[in-house]
């Protein structure tokens, strides 16, 4: 019996890029070999700027190798790309939906362009309705959807036509957990009922959990690949978990953590608590000085524990960047209320996109808006830092009414969006120049503005390098010291974490942490759930409607947490995302019956 071709199989790969004005060039993939076998679910994880996009353009025959070898499907890729592009789907980071056609619309588009003939579109569209839940909306315009919509709709013209392997780049990137979970179960349904390949690259490492085989990437060259299970073996016997001392945040006992490289590899709030990767060689004394005495407990290693085992191995000096301590900027701050929402209503016609939030936020807190994609979390987070005008109720920030006066508050606020929004052909320091113009700051006071938050994220020697041209950890150091350039008293944070490496967020988080305990309030929405962990109370909105408030500890309880259960916030946010979709179709239900 014959064995099918590998759906991919790479020998020797090299990929560089010449960058403008950069001495040396970068080395995108770097002498990488690797065979993916047919029929298969199969991940390409690793760091910014590790080669996975690259790897998957090869693969698309978008772009050719330098110098090795790559077949795709049997097929030489670079003597033939067309007959791979025949044999392939690919869905790219940022899939070009038409957003002012029809969900049918942009389907027939993507069939037209592949040449699907109507018998066949008949029987795919069914299929794809039935599995994307999108056949009540046909005749919504593509731009009208929610985030986690747009991404099912591009899943679903990318499969138009039957592939036989399919290359996802990053396909969750900014989509909610119950979204998230949807699209998984499509993905799967393929690969078990039609027996498709399929090669994603993803920043989530429990998706690469769920695939058979798992490659790691890091600068350009694999550091490891195999089953989940042996990248997971790099941390069996070193993964714990502690409780912090009474009056201790979790993320503060984090912080210590990993302050501390000679002895941690690696930690991370998880259910109130702390999970870390102590070094095989640490000095037992010295950890338990770390934990304060906390005791902890062993539990089982993750394949997030692995990767970050890998990566630390690979970091220079086995460290992060560096973060130095913020000097508190007041003292109890603790009870001083610096944002107020009451009662905030804002409608878009006869749509209401937030219906009657209330809550307030106190400084130097890490405060998290949570919620499925077009929940209103986005609305509300608009309102909050002066971009959209409420249509009604109170809204008070850095006591100004931001209902009357949006411009005086916004002087007094730091704002880093979800996309890059600083200028791409500016470098680093005109960026930084520019902006802290914007913001009032002149002469000596700029310039030493400037040298503090170059320092402060890691950016010196990247000065004179173009913004556009950075990679994305590097742009999000970037968008982060522009907003804090004028020492903002509240930092207003949209995702800014989405498609980050476990990494880079580890380095992130690291920063908010020192923001918050210098006096600084920050306001977050994310769609990675382990980073409610971070905050010190948050939100959960669906349908414009406030579902739960509180600490990460009161949300898990209202999910229906034991005290002594360890429930994560991804499961708790989808059990309360879950009950309350049912609570609010029941009545329609009962009333049909």
Request: hydrophobic share 40%; with cysteine; aromatic share 6%.
């Amino acid at each position: 019996m014959d064995h099918p071709a590998p759906a991919l199989a790479g020998r020797g790969l090299h990929k560089r890029f010449q960058v403008k004005a950069a001495m040396d060039v970068v080395r995108a993939l770097d002498d990488v070999s690797l065979e993916v076998p047919s029929g298969t679910l199969t991940a390409l994880v690793g760091p910014d700027g590790a080669g996975k996009t690259t790897l998957l353009r090869l693969a698309a025959g978008l772009m050719r190798a330098d110098e090795g070898s790559l077949t795709v499907l049997g097929i030489d890729v670079a003597k033939d790309p067309q007959s791979v592009q025949d044999r392939i789907s690919y869905m790219p980071q940022r899939f070009g939906l038409y957003e002012d056609l029809s969900v049918q619309e942009n389907l027939d588009l993507y069939a037209d362009l592949h040449g699907v003939g109507k018998a066949e579109r008949r029987e795919r569209y069914a299929r794809l309705m039935e599995m994307t839940d999108l056949g009540r909306f046909t005749s919504r315009p593509a731009g009208k959807l929610s985030g986690g919509m747009k991404q099912k709709l591009g899943l679903a013209c990318t499969l138009v036509r039957s592939p036989a392997l399919l290359l996802l780049d990053e396909p969750t990137v900014g989509v909610d957990p119950l979204s998230r979970r949807e699209l998984w179960e499509i993905v799967q349904q393929l690969v078990d009922d039609e027996h498709l390949s399929v090669i994603v690259s993803t920043a989530y490492l429990d998706e690469a959990e769920r695939c058979a085989q798992v490659f790691v990437l890091h600068d350009g060259k694999l550091i490891a690949q195999g089953a989940p299970a042996g990248i997971r073996d790099n941390a069996t016997n070193l993964c714990f978990v502690t409780t912090p001392p009474k009056g201790t945040a979790p993320r503060t006992l984090q912080a210590r953590l990993l302050d501390a490289p000679e002895a941690i590899i690696d930690a991370v709030p998880q259910g109130g608590e702390v999970r870390f990767i102590r070094r095989p060689d640490a000095d037992a004394a010295a950890v338990t000085a770390l934990l304060d005495g906390a005791p902890s407990e062993p539990v089982s290693a993750r394949l997030e524990d692995g990767f970050m085992v890998l990566l630390r191995a690979k970091q220079s000096s086995a460290k992060a960047a560096a973060v130095p301590s913020e000097a508190s900027a007041s003292g109890d701050n603790s009870d001083e209320v610096v944002i107020e929402v009451k009662d905030l209503v804002r409608k878009f016609g006869d749509f209401t996109a937030v219906a009657s939030t209330s809550f307030d936020v106190r400084r130097g807190e890490i405060f998290g808006l949570l919620g499925p994609n077009g929940a209103g979390k986005t609305t509300t987070f608009r309102m909050l830092c002066g971009l959209l005008p409420a249509s009604s109720g109170f809204l008070q920030v850095a006591g100004v009414n931001l209902r009357t006066a949006r411009a005086q508050a916004r002087a007094r606020i730091g704002y880093v969006s979800q996309k890059f929004a600083l200028y791409g052909n500016l470098s680093v320091s005109e960026n930084l120049q520019f902006f802290g113009g914007a913001y009032g700051l002149r002469g000596q006071r700029l310039r030493d503005r400037m040298q503090t938050v170059l320092q402060q994220f890691d950016l010196l020697g990247q000065e004179n390098a173009t913004s556009g041209q950075l990679p994305g950890g590097f742009k999000q150091r970037l968008a982060m010291a522009t907003g804090l350039l004028h020492e903002p008293e509240i930092l207003f944070l949209d995702e800014p974490t989405s498609g980050t490496d476990p990494l880079a967020r580890r380095e992130f988080w690291r920063r908010i942490t020192a923001l918050a305990a210098a006096g600084v309030t920050v306001i977050i929405t994310t769609h990675f759930m382990e980073e409610a962990e971070y905050c010190d109370r948050i939100v959960i909105q669906d349908a414009g409607k406030l579902l739960a408030i509180g600490t990460p500890q009161q949300v898990r309880v209202q999910a229906g947490s034991a005290p002594d259960s360890r429930l994560s916030m991804e499961e708790a946010f989808i059990d309360i995302v879950t009950q309350a979709r049912d609570a609010a179709h029941a009545p329609a239900t009962e009333a049909a019956a």
